[in-house]
């Protein structure tokens, strides 16, 4: 069974920091292309980050670039958002997603999703 199990998230001021991680089990982590999504209430899931089978290539959402990286470490079946310059308006749960085909920022060529992590920024 393929799981993405998501961690790292909590409360943080305006301006701070968290690193959320993504552990793979269940499938070839190499092989796979990872996203990373995230969900506000009343809002579509949105495209944040993703990166590449070997780390390499990596795209990030222009509302996030330049405060956010993503980064993976494939020896441990682990991906990582790190979220800087935190933001009211990044609050959302955040979802990690594995992709077998190629990098993409559609949630639709998704084949696996964890079951999220919450962030919520204070002012």
């Known amino acids: 069974q393929v799981q993405l199990v998501e961690s790292g998230g909590g409360l943080v001021q305006a301006g701070g920091s968290l690193r959320l991680s993504c552990a793979a089990s269940g499938l070839t982590f190499s092989n796979y292309a990872m996203g990373w999504f995230r969900q506000a209430p009343g809002n579509e899931r949105e495209f944040v980050a993703a990166i590449g089978w070997g780390g390499l290539s990596t795209y990030l959402a222009d509302s996030v670039k330049g405060r956010f990286a993503v980064s993976r470490d494939n020896a441990r079946n682990t991906t990582y958002l790190q979220l800087n310059g935190l933001k009211r308006e990044d609050t959302a749960v955040y979802y990690c997603?594995?992709?077998?085909?190629?990098?993409?920022?559609?949630?639709?060529?998704?084949?696996?999703w964890g079951q999220g992590t919450q962030v919520t920024v204070s002012s």
């Open positions: 997603a594995a992709d077998r085909r190629w990098i993409t920022g559609l949630r639709d060529d998704y084949e696996y």
